[in-house]
């Protein structure tokens, strides 16, 4: 095997203990605000833990705009790579990175093929200088694309740590797809540390107070079924839509990061500390050695041999 400190992406990752993908097999569940809920819920960790949020949702970039980044805000190129953009302030624990970031104006589109897309995941991975950071948490497109396979491949220098969360909603469709994304990880290898399932149930803008006015529990039911990890349920909440939209409500305190301060004061917040509890928990197990439950190591391959059978399965199956 080739030595990987020859290796770019290697030597720009293979510090950062915990890489985490968010993955989805189904469009608009949830994947970016809940990337960006996990980022914020992390910030506010006690051990004060730093972040890096990585956008490869390359066509439809939303970080930037969740995280509250001003229009305009941009990166710059250092002679040490990319500074990515910091978004709570002075503090700079919170680095964002992301197409969006790259466009003069973030209403233009990206309309870009698959080899163009691959080299720009290439370039996030291994010319960002992310510094010191605890977590990069990956927001990723849906399904299992082209994306996902060219992340997977670029990332298998730094398998020991990585590892992922996927998101649903209770359902039926996007169950499916679910499942189609949760065999995609087994086939490459790739560690799961639990199913999130979102709008689930509908918090009272009113009183806060949660209701199950739609079906619930297909994600948990899915998870027992197969023998994976159940993150937790976050209902739908009107209030935390409006504040990743851009508006921090007024009465948000000015002192410190008022995307988090106002984050803190959503019901979807309190819901979300069992999550990003047992993310932390699985994370570090999987450092320890343990392996992520419902986890079948396919024949015992390692992930950089799995995602090359898969591409080359992959590409097979176009020729053919
Ligand atoms: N728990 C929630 N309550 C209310 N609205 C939510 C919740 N989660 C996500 N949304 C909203 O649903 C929309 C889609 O969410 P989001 O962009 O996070 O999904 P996605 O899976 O990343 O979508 P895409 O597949 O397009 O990248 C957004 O407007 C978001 O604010
Ligand atoms: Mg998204």
Not at 182 to 194: A, D, E, H
Request: with cysteine; hydrophobic share 40%; glycine share 8%.
């Amino acid at each position: 095997m080739s030595d990987p400190s020859t290796n770019p992406i290697y030597r720009r990752l293979h510090r950062i203990p915990h890489i985490l993908l968010v993955l989805s097999g189904k469009g608009g569940v949830g994947k970016s605000s809940v990337s960006v809920q996990l980022a914020l819920s992390l910030h506010a960790l006690p051990s004060r833990p730093r972040i890096a949020l990585l956008d490869i949702d390359l066509t439809g970039p939303s970080i930037p705009r969740m995280l509250h980044l001003p229009p305009g805000t941009g990166v710059h190129q250092s002679s040490e790579g990319w500074v990515p953009a910091y978004a709570d302030g002075e503090e700079k624990r919170m680095a964002c990175m992301s197409t969006g970031l790259l466009l003069k104006r973030r209403e233009e589109s990206v309309v870009w093929r698959g080899p163009k897309k691959n080299a720009m995941i290439r370039q996030f991975l291994s010319e960002v200088r992310w510094g010191d950071v605890d977590w990069l948490v990956i927001d990723t497109p849906p399904g299992t694309s082209d994306e996902h396979l060219s992340l997977l491949e670029h990332l298998s220098p730094v398998a020991p740590s990585l590892s992922s969360v996927l998101v649903t909603t209770p359902q039926a469709l996007s169950l499916v797809d679910c499942l189609k994304s949760l065999s995609f990880t087994r086939l490459v290898s790739l560690p799961l540390l639990g199913i999130i399932e979102n709008l689930s149930g509908y918090v009272c803008p009113c009183c806060g107070e949660v209701s199950n006015v739609f079906s619930t529990g297909g994600g948990e039911d899915m998870a027992r079924r197969e023998g994976v990890r159940f993150l937790g349920r976050l209902p739908v909440d009107t209030k935390l839509v409006e504040l990743l939209d851009g508006q921090v409500p007024e009465d948000t305190p000015r002192e410190g990061w008022a995307l988090l301060e106002a984050y803190k004061r959503t019901t979807t917040h309190a819901l979300f500390q069992g999550i990003v509890q047992k993310v932390v928990e699985g994370a570090e197990a999987l450092q320890r050695g343990e392996a992520a439950p419902g986890f079948r190591e396919e024949d015992g391959r390692q992930l950089a041999e799995a995602v090359a059978a898969l591409a080359a399965n992959a590409q097979h199956e176009e020729e053919a």
